[in-house]
């Protein structure tokens, strides 16, 4: 990892200078399609703090380590004004989470070295010494301190004892047995990328900012989501109170917690979920992300203000059909920023506590993960003037930081100038579809590769996201643009259900996932084959998750595409809810109702109702620990081929989860055996 500190480090200090790179730098090397060793040079900033003075910026950056294969995160340091860019925490380890305290004089982060526990810790910036608050024995959340700076809360989980219903026999000594049995009594076993969900719920922990023990702050059987300090002696929560939260994991509300007796007043009086709680500067009233309650599969977030004893409730984003999230307020308690995805895009938004909108940046994103989902991160400073920091995208930029100040935006870091200097990135270009139900257009992309040539048609890969309620936009994505440097169109939409568009456009698809997103599938097929792009002899299709599922679908349908990959499919609703890590979502959301109640529904949307009609060569990809749509979705599909004598063929990634991207090898490893699936069956190959 030394070699990729110092390339950063030479590029913040002698190739950035305004954001632009010296003279003679785009020529250092000749250019080349983006590659498989390309994704292991990639770094992305991430989780961009504002000091309270609104005078720095301490930030996450993810970079990758080709030796161990691995992900992980140093802290650095900007100074808007400056420019000056410098690390801050480096090691061997990883280190993230980065929180300023009141006084802007220390740093709280959660650091995780080699083979140790992961620790809480603070960094006094004007000597930089970095000093331990507590070990992390389980997975915790960001850290949060207390006004007065003296205190920092984490949730964290509060495991409990597992069960035991026969004690095991007493072993002869120096015997070597196999494991006890493990007995489990609640709904959710299994959590994506994990062997087993550990008993227990989360709670608060408090400790003294200067060292010490992590004190449970709120005990008992409550599962708490998130926390913000009202003063230091009071916490607001997100608190599932008197309900499992396996079965109701939406069913949030925010209560005021006493530090000193313990005791919890609900403030949330309004039905539905509560989150992203926000308290404002005079500490008079919340702002939060609610979702109002009734039966449907996409129910629209919008942002609420209340008083602080949660009275008064009322939503600023009355029939906006952005997807919001994220709430901040403004240093004068006048506004309110949040995060909307809307159109592809995702947007930094000002809302005024009067409900008027403004969109004051349209390039919010990041790029972890292989393709181009809608999201981002930002954080609000400054005393007099709002000073704020987001997470910047671009179609090859996948993300730096950026801030907003005196209404203007600049790009403060260029983290992957050096390497994009020497790569020839493909063109994209904004596609309107034809609706075919004839109900308008639907937004879509069209990748063309390196080189592209007007007039010669070249193969199409046709990739669907998964979700189904997310949204796809024209931001960075290692998988598409591998795909375009093997020589493929590629095209994306975002297809009925997808967020950004309205709560109807979401639910186009509630209790019927996959008919009407295959005839759009067709349309946008169609409209690349009419604009000259794509050979309509080499059309292929894939996608991941949802994604996979309508893959899956699609080819039971019809025998248009030479060749198909399905990624992490659902293949059978039922085991899904019965074997998989989501039970309370499928019947909540997904399927309202149960497998054994609602047979027919489930089987109608499961493309293995569908696999008789299979003629086209189809590819099953999986990650050997995923639990959203375990490894038996994929088998099943594969199975039912091979028994057809179907040409299909099954890959399974060893340590990977349901996203196949948790390390840069899963993330090239997924592409190159679709591509080779894709060569393999090109009619012209």
């Known amino acids: 990892m030394t070699l990729k500190l110092g390339r950063s480090l030479a590029l913040a200090c002698a190739l950035w200078a305004g954001g632009a790179p010296l003279a003679g730098a785009q020529n250092a090397s000749p250019r080349h399609p983006f590659s498989a060793e390309d994704v292991f040079g990639l770094e992305f900033a991430t989780d961009p703090q504002v000091s309270p003075d609104g005078r720095q910026i301490a930030y996450a950056r993810r970079s990758y380590d080709i030796q161990t294969d691995r992900a992980r995160l140093t802290l650095w340091l900007l100074d808007i004004a400056s420019g000056d860019h410098r690390p801050l925490v480096t090691g061997p380890g990883s280190y993230g989470a980065p929180r300023w305290s009141p006084d802007g004089q220390r740093l709280a982060y959660t650091a995780t070295e080699p083979g140790q526990t992961p620790e809480l810790r603070v960094r006094y910036l004007p000597s930089g010494v970095n000093t331990t608050v507590a070990p992390l024995p389980e997975a915790a959340r960001t850290p949060v301190w207390s006004p007065d700076g003296r205190q920092i809360a984490i949730v964290m989980l509060a495991p409990d004892a597992p069960r035991v219903l026969a004690p095991p026999h007493k072993k002869p000594e120096g015997a070597q047995w196999a494991p006890p049995a493990r007995v489990f009594d609640r709904l959710q076993i299994h959590a994506d990328g994990k062997d087993a969900v550990k008993p227990g719920v989360d709670h608060v922990f408090v400790a003294p900012a200067d060292g010490g023990v992590l004190r449970d702050a709120t005990p008992g059987k409550a599962h708490i989501r998130e926390v913000q300090w009202l003063d230091q002696n009071t916490l607001v929560a997100g608190v599932i109170r008197g309900l499992d939260p396996d079965r109701f994991p939406e069913e949030t509300d925010l209560e005021r917690i006493d530090l000193a007796t313990g005791a919890a007043t609900r403030i949330s009086a309004r039905a539905g979920p509560e989150s992203d709680v926000a308290i404002s500067p005079d500490r008079r009233q919340i702002a939060f992300i609610g979702v109002d309650e009734h039966p449907a599969l996409y129910r629209r977030p919008s942002l609420y ?269 039922t085991t899904i809810q019965l074997a998989a890590d989501t039970p309370a979502r499928v019947a909540n959301e997904m399927m309202r109702g149960m497998a054994w109640e609602k047979r027919d529904q489930f089987w109608a949307n499961s493309p293995l109702s569908g696999v008789g009609g299979v003629k086209t060569p189809t590819l099953l990809v999986v990650g050997e620990k995923d639990w959203r749509t375990p490894p038996h979705q994929a088998e099943q599909f594969y199975l039912a081929l091979k028994l057809r004598g179907v040409d299909t063929a099954l890959v399974t990634i060893p340590e990977a989860s349901h996203s196949l991207s948790s390390r840069p090898s899963m993330i090239n490893s997924k592409v190159d055996n679709i591509v080779a699936w894709f060569r393999a069956h090109d009619p012209k190959n």
Not at 314 to 341: E, K
Not at 369 to 387: A, I, L
Not at 393 to 414: C, E, F, Y
Not at 509 to 527: H, K, N, Q, S, Y
């Open 305 to 573: 203000l209340a008083s602080i004893d949660g009275s008064g409730a009322r939503d600023l984003l009355p029939g906006f059909d952005g997807d919001v999230s994220a709430a901040r307020w403004s240093p004068d308690g006048r506004s309110i920023y949040v995060l909307a995805q809307i159109g592809g895009r995702t947007e930094l938004t000002r809302v005024g506590v009067d409900g008027r909108r403004e969109v004051i940046a349209k390039d919010v994103g990041f790029a972890i993960g292989g393709r181009p989902y809608g999201g981002g991160e930002f954080s609000v400073g400054g005393t007099r003037e709002p000073v704020l920091a987001y997470t910047q995208i671009g179609w090859t930029r996948p993300g730096d930081v950026a801030v907003l100040q005196g209404g203007k935006s600049r790009t403060l870091t260029q983290l992957n100038a050096d390497l994009f200097a020497s790569i020839d990135f493909p063109e994209i270009e904004p596609l309107k579809v034809r609706d075919p139900v004839g109900e308008g257009e639907i937004d879509a992309w069209v990748i063309k590769p390196p080189g592209f040539r007007p007039g010669t048609s070249y193969p199409l890969i046709i990739e669907v996201h998964g979700g189904p309620n997310a949204m796809y936009g024209p931001g960075f994505a290692t998988d598409f643009h591998r795909y375009a440097a093997e020589g493929y169109v590629v095209a994306f939409a975002n297809l009925s259900g997808s967020t950004g568009y309205g709560a109807a456009f979401a639910n186009r698809i509630d209790l019927d996932l996959p008919t009407r997103p295959f005839g759009e599938v067709m349309a946008l097929a169609d409209a690349v084959v009419a604009k000259g792009y794509a050979d309509p002899k080499r059309l292929f299709m894939t996608g991941g998750s949802y994604g996979g599922q309508l893959t899956a679908y699609a080819v039971g349908k019809t025998d248009r595409f030479a060749a198909a990959a399905a990624a992490s499919p659902v293949i059978d609703w």
